[in-house]
């Protein structure tokens, strides 16, 4: 006779398929009942692919998994001076967190998914790890942003109503952001300040020490890990283009996406949480160089589809398998 379940449990199990429901039904919402994405979708079902074509493709979904691995990798790294964790249950928490981040305001929920997986007691020094770790992605993205906005001008690209003179702006007040991030990230304990200046992180500031226990030789591992994901996801969208007929050089290509991650970086996230306003981003940029604006389109969807559609639809899987433990008193 199975035993009966207590209220706590009951709470864990509701709370599992409240998230597993709410994934479910954005992804379906997102992929198939948005306007925006009806049309790209039976482009996509249309599209002729041959079988080299084909083979680019099948790379591009191994190099997801490459993706995220990295990414487990480094939220291993991240939590190693707190608590050891299995790289299993790493991978599971990356990929947790990926169905969160879908399911809440500007994707900021994504640390709920990767703490769930933590004892209560390590879960807010955790947030604040995986705040560093995010940091460290941003400021990736950030700088080789920056690197194809010298590519750009240095090749004479405009585009459209952005013409050289508009990226030596951009440029100019990006370099100085990238100084500041630079030092902060390197400089933990001001970092800290910072944080204990907001009075709704106040009670919370002790848990920043995680930050300062970092080593130098811990911050650079993970720039290097966050270089590799974005050298990967980059690498993906380039070869998503291949597939769909866009031709660019290699540098070209890579300089290109990674214009378009740095304008997804810089624009307001509740304009860009609106799908349709990623594809207009690349068409904006790619479309400058080559007239194949379905295949930038399908390009930039897929390549959505295969990093978070199916990660978060894996993640709300093991969402549903995992042992959480709301607080530390049952």
Known sequence: MASKKTPYQLLVIALKLLIFSLAIVFIYLEVFQNKDTNKLRTQLVEAFVTWPQSLWLLLVVVL????????????????????????????????????????????????????IYLNPNQRVAATFSSFYGNYSQLL??????????????????????????????LTACLVPVLIIMLYFYFNVAKL???????????????????????????????LWLSA????VFTMQFYLLLIVFGVELEVLQGMMLVALIYLVITIIPTSVLGKLGVRESIALMVIGAISSNQNGILLASFLLWVINLVVPAIIG?????????QLSSRK
């Open 228 to 231: 590799a994901r974005y050298f």
């Open 140 to 169: 990736v993205t950030v700088l080789l942003g920056i690197t194809s906005l010298f590519y750009a001008i240095g090749t004479n690209h405009s585009f459209k109503e952005f013409g050289t003179i508009h990226l030596w702006w």
């Open 192 to 222: 800290s300040r910072v944080v204990r200046k907001f009075p709704f992180l106040k009670k919370y500031t002790d848990k920043t020490a995680v930050w300062e226990a970092y080593r130098q030789s811990e911050q650079w591992n993970f």
């Open 64 to 115: 997801m998994l490459v993706n995220w691995s990295i990414e487990a990798v480094k939220w291993k790294a991240l939590l190693k001076n707190m608590v050891t964790i299995p790289y299993r249950k790493a991978f599971a928490a990356t990929l947790s967190g990926t169905t969160i981040s879908l399911i809440t305001p500007n994707k900021m929920g994504g640390f709920l998914g990767r703490i």
């Open 316 to 324: 709300s899987l093991l969402i549903l398998r995992a042992k959480i």
